[in-house]
Each structure stands twice: as C-alpha cells, then as structure tokens.
C-alpha cells in the first residue's frame, strides 16, 4: 500500500510539471490562485487543526504578505494624492521580508492569542480584519487606496517570471509566459510549505501543539508551556498565510483591497474544514476545490441548470453564490458523515482491508482403545 501510495504521489507530481505544456493560461493563473490558498489553508491548519486555535482574521495576514510584497519592491512615484512610496528592493528579498513581515504582524498578536481560545479568540481577530479593511483604503501611499496597486513581477537571478526577459521563450515549442514561468515558482512554494508543515507536526511541536489542543491543562502539567506554544502557533501560521498573500498579488499583478475582507477568511475556515482538521494535505487539496470550483462554475455557468452567468439577467444563483452554496452543503455533509473530511476519506480507502482470522483447525478423534471394550480371555462373566 506504501509502494502504491508513492507511485500515486509521483504521478501527481510529473501531472503538475506537465500541465504548462497542455493547459491555457486561464486555468493556469486559476491554479496559482489555487497554490496561494493552499499556503494559507496550510497555515490555518496547522493553527485550528493542530494547535486547535481558531481564527477568523486569516485574510488580514495575507493582506500584509501581499502589500507587504507591493510596498517593498515598488518603486516611488506618482504625484498628488496618488503619490506612491515603496522601497525598491529586489523581488526575491522582498517577498521573503514580506512573509517575515506577516509573522511580525501575527508575532505582535501572538500574546492576545496565547491568552483567548475558541470563539473569545476568533471575535478578537475579527477585528483584525476591518482593521486591515480602513487602513488598505486610506494608507493610499503604500496600498494605493480603493483601486488597489500593481505588482513588480518575481525576478529570481536575472530570469523573469513574466513576459520578458527573456522575450519569446518556448520549451519544447510551448511558449512560457509569465503565467507558465510562476506555475513553477508556486509548486516549489507549496512544495516547501508542505514539508515543513509535515515536519512540526510529527516532531514535537506537532505533540506538543496537539496535546495543547486536547486540554491545555494537562498539556501544561506535561510541562508544554502553553502561552509559548500558542504565540508560536500563530506566529507560524501568519508565515504561511503572508506566502500565500504575496503569491496571490503575484498571480493577480494587482492588489485592490475588496479581496481581503471577511468572505475570505469564511472561505479559509471552510477549506480547513472539508480537507480535515489537522491534515495538511487535506487543506491543500480543500484549498484547490474550493478556490478553483467559482471559476469551473463561471465558466460552464451556461451549460448548468440554476446558475446564471455573470452579468447575466437569467433566473438563478451567480457563480460565486453558487460556489458557496456548495461550500455549506459539503461543511454540512462533512460533519454530518464524514467528520475526518477529505483527509479521513482517503485514509479509509486507502486503508487495508483487515485480514480474515484462520479458521481454527478442526479437532482430530480421539482414538478408542480396542482392549478397553474386549473381554479378558479365559474369564466367564459373573452370573
């Protein structure tokens, strides 16, 4: 089962390398958005699933990771009130200070999340979000308010992930663009991100965090310090979620502030929840169906029963309605019959069928003794 396991991973693997050669640049950048939630899904598993923390302030992390990506690789300029700044780094240096940039913000949290667990700490970090939500719309310099500020592309070495530098490379005759150069760049962060995850939870950290997240009181008699252990928690997961925020502005080459708001943090709880609380690989694949199922749906929204296209006066749900829709209904089912998610699914298929036990050996006579029954000879019976 082990063998057949990672022969099915493999495969998985060469599929993701090879879908820039057969897919269109749709469903490509469709996919980064998809890689860039699966980071944060990873995050937030890691924080609810293992450290059992919750959070509904997921979106504001990305948003730091994404600005904080815009603000230090762009340049100043502008004038007025649409006067931009930015520091100017290179691209590479500047998405890592980002990611650490979104660790600070969740590390200057961390001590109200060491003190609140369950719904006290998911209403705290509500406020994050609205927080998030005024600041985007009037630190016009650095954001670049309402509409939003473009993206400096990834540039790793002189190499280009965009259209240029170099002009018209093709491999293999497929011409890679932007979009087909960051595709590899997105599967080596989600790649990275799912090693490390894996790491902590089955080092002892992960023990750790998961016998805080049964009872906190026995895990502090066990000698795990809570507090620290919590603020760590968080810590780490803002990490992953400013990779994934940078990732995004990278895939959409535009940040605008209506992307970060509260739905988005909803639909965080919901990947982690379908893939399967503490299961990494469950949020990932979570993350996938929930980010690319509006974009399945708009584009067949014609060929559907009950979904309207957008812009669209038909009778029925839009697209993203339509998407959530589905997302409750699968949380409800998910609940409801299978508790594990998409995570404990796949160990029950994948499990082993528990051998039959051999049947017992069937009891061999017992062998009569012939002298036992047979007169003596010589000796009449008595009368």
Not at 121 to 145: C, D, E, K, P, Y
Not at 262 to 275: E, K, P, Q
Request: glycine share 14%; aromatic share 8%.
């Amino acid at each position: 089962m082990f063998t057949g396991r990672r022969a099915a991973a493999a495969g998985g693997v060469l599929v993701l390398l090879a879908l820039p050669f057969y897919v269109d640049g749709f469903w490509l950048q469709s996919g980064l958005f998809a890689m860039a939630a699966a980071l944060g899904a990873i995050g937030l598993s890691l924080l609810t699933g293992t450290a059992g923390q919750l959070s509904l302030g997921h979106s504001f992390f990305l948003a730091v990771g994404a600005y904080g990506y815009v603000w230090l690789s762009g340049d100043t300029g502008g004038s007025g009130p649409t006067r931009l700044t930015g520091l100017g780094l290179p691209p590479l240096p500047a998405f890592v200070l980002a990611v650490a940039l979104a660790g600070a913000a969740g590390a200057v949290f961390s001590p109200i999340a060491g003190r609140l667990r369950g719904m006290y700490l998911g209403v705290a970090t509500i406020a994050l979000v609205f927080l998030g939500q005024h600041v985007m719309l009037n630190s016009r310099s650095v954001t670049g308010g309402f509409n939003g500020r473009s993206v400096e592309p990834m540039t790793l070495f002189g190499f280009s992930f965009s259209d240029a530098s170099p002009r018209g490379l093709a491999v293999l005759g497929v011409p890679f663009g932007g979009v087909e150069r960051l595709w590899y760049f997105g599967l080596a962060l989600v790649a990275i991100g799912l090693f490390t995850a894996r790491n902590l939870q089955q080092g002892r950290p992960g023990r750790a965090l998961a016998a805080l997240r049964d009872s906190g009181t026995a895990a502090a008699v066990m000698g795990v310090p809570v507090a620290r252990y919590r603020c760590a928690a968080f810590t780490v997961s803002c990490l992953y979620a400013g990779a994934g925020g940078a990732l995004t502005a990278l895939a959409f080459k535009r940040v605008v502030p209506d992307h970060f708001g509260l739905a988005l943090s909803i639909d965080f709880l919901a990947m982690i929840v379908i893939g399967g609380l503490g299961s990494v690989g469950g949020a990932a694949a979570a993350a996938v169906l929930v980010s690319l199922l509006p974009q399945v749906l708009t584009v067949y929204a014609d060929r559907l029963p009950l979904i309207a296209p957008a812009g669209s006066d038909a009778f029925g749900a839009t697209p993203g309605e339509a998407a959530r829709y589905l997302y409750g209904a699968a949380i409800v089912l998910i609940l409801t019959l299978a508790p594990g998610g998409l995570a404990g699914l796949a160990r029950d298929r994948l499990r082993p069928a528990p051998a039959a036990a051999p049947a017992a050996p069937a009891a061999a006579p017992v062998p009569v003794s012939r002298t036992a029954t047979r007169p003596s000879p010589g000796k009449e019976p008595t009368p």
